[in-house]
């Protein structure tokens, strides 16, 4: 949001709207983590996000959560840092809560290829031997949420989502050789 309204304290605007807001609106926290994720404040961010999880348990709130905590995650592996083990794994749950509630979500299924996507590069670029296993284990879970995304779009006329499916595959086969 700072770059559509640069000028703007939007701090001040979150902080504004959550007496209307704040205690019943979980598409308000998941717009406040988005926001703290941009800065990356990275704690509010994943607090941000759980109370809307909290508030309303959703494929999107959990869409939000998850991408949040792998985002997390791909800042650790950047640090070079162990913890974006965890990160994944627990935004990871949050995907499969989201997938189980609706398989053919491509919103869902793009959030988490990408996110997981973008870790998996990070942590295969730091080359530390001793990721090569978690690394090898979250490129196997990425697997078969992609073969879903494809089947979902196999009568998809929309050819922009095909293209992006296709640029995943291409990211994947990459770090997969």
């Keep these: ?19 209307q807001f704040g205690s019943w609106n979980a598409r308000y926290w998941e717009q406040r983590a988005i926001h703290a994720k941009h800065q990356n404040d990275w704690s509010r961010a994943e607090s941000f996000a759980e109370r809307a999880v909290n508030l309303l348990d959703d494929a ?46 491509r919103v869902t299924a793009f959030a988490y290829l990408e996110s997981a996507m973008s870790l998996a590069e990070s942590a295969t670029e730091c080359d530390l031997p001793e990721w090569s296993t978690p690394i090898a284990e979250l490129l196997h879970e990425w697997k078969p949420i992609y073969s879903g995304l494809r089947l979902v779009l196999r009568n998809d006329l929309a050819l922009d989502s095909v293209r992006r499916a296709e640029a995943l595959s291409r990211r994947w086969e990459n770090l997969s050789e």
Excluded at 70 to 79: C, L, P, Y
Excluded at 83 to 89: I, V, Y
Aim: aromatic share 14%; charged share 30%; hydrophobic share 35%.
């Design 60 to 105: 999107f709130t959990r869409t939000t959560c998850g991408t949040i905590l792998i985002n997390k995650g791909n800042f650790f592996a950047g640090q070079r840092d162990n913890r974006w083990q965890e990160f994944h794994q627990r935004g990871k749950k949050h995907f499969d809560v989201a997938l189980a509630s609706d398989r053919a979500n």
């Design 1 to 19: 949001m700072t770059s559509i309204f640069p000028n703007d304290d939007v701090e001040r605007f979150y902080d504004d709207l959550l007496p």
